[in-house]
């Protein structure tokens, strides 16, 4: 793992799950700042509750957005180290709302490119998805297209940016364990199809894995070994006592995902 000691990290989207993974990972590193940056005020607050600065003295909170490049020239001034995590990930509201993912997902990724070549970033890593790799919908082909710019802009500068391409990250606000345990009260399980299947990673491993990613000397992609399951399986075992509803796949809804040549459907938990 790197040496994080005197360093000064942003993480933009970090009030999120994989922020608050993060920050704790970074907690004991030495690390002299880190920067965690959203548009989401109430998240922030309830970080600040969950992260009280006598224990984590380090964190420093920013609100604003992606798709506003001065403000990210301003807040990444003095940073080592940027972790991009901030997007628009639920399926749904993506296809829904196309140009709003594609102002987030890709144009606020070129935005955060520059910022971080304007402050000379030393390190970028951008995260994305396993939906990326041969993606139906709106949300996977924004990250894919959001990858392609991260890994060009290596072209004309020095070699700073990679992605690491995630799964589910276990417990992610809206992932789909979240859901289930939602579902559970009214108790009917919604499955979309009895053999979907899905990558997964706790959250530990993930933000794990990313600090490393920020060590390599690799400018592309970098995929975590993670297991996989099915959705319908996830499903009876967290609420063994339900009805499962087959709701059929969702406009952009993949059956299987894939990572590295590898399908979900492949290396199946027992």
């Not at 600040?48 to 224990?55: I, L, Q």
């Amino acid at each position: 793992m790197s040496d994080f000691r005197g360093k000064n990290i942003a993480i933009l989207g970090g009030s999120g799950t994989l922020g608050r993974a993060l920050v704790r990972e970074l907690a004991n590193t030495g690390v002299r700042r880190v920067l965690v940056f959203s548009r989401d005020e109430i998240k922030q607050l309830e970080m600040m509750e969950a992260f009280p600065s006598e224990k984590f003295p380090m964190l420093d909170y920013k609100l604003g957005d992606v798709r506003d490049l001065p403000r990210l020239k301003e807040v990444l001034e003095g940073m080592d180290y940027v972790i991009h995590a901030a997007a628009i990930k639920h399926v749904v509201m993506a296809e829904k709302n196309p140009g709003e993912c594609h102002k987030t997902n890709v144009i606020g990724t070129q935005n955060v490119i520059e910022a971080c070549l304007a402050n000379n970033i030393a390190r970028a890593i951008l995260i994305s998805t396993d939906k990326a790799v041969n993606p139906v919908g709106v949300y996977g082909r924004s990250k894919q297209e959001a990858e392609k710019d991260w890994l060009a802009a290596n072209e004309t500068t020095s070699e700073r940016f990679k992605v690491v391409r995630l799964g589910n990250i276990i417990g992610a606000r809206g992932s789909v364990f979240e859901v289930f345990e939602k579902q559970r009260e009214s108790g009917v399980i919604k499955v979309t199809h009895p053999d979907a299947t899905r990558f997964c990673i706790a959250q530990e491993e993930a933000a794990h894995f990313i600090m490393n990613a920020i060590s390599s000397e690799t400018f592309t992609t970098l995929t975590p070994d993670m297991s996989a399951f099915r959705v319908i399986d996830l499903a009876r075992k967290i609420a063994p006592e339900c009805e499962i509803e087959i709701v059929g796949l969702r406009p952009g809804d993949k059956l299987h995902e894939e990572v590295g040549g590898v399908s979900s459907s492949s290396i199946l938990i027992s």
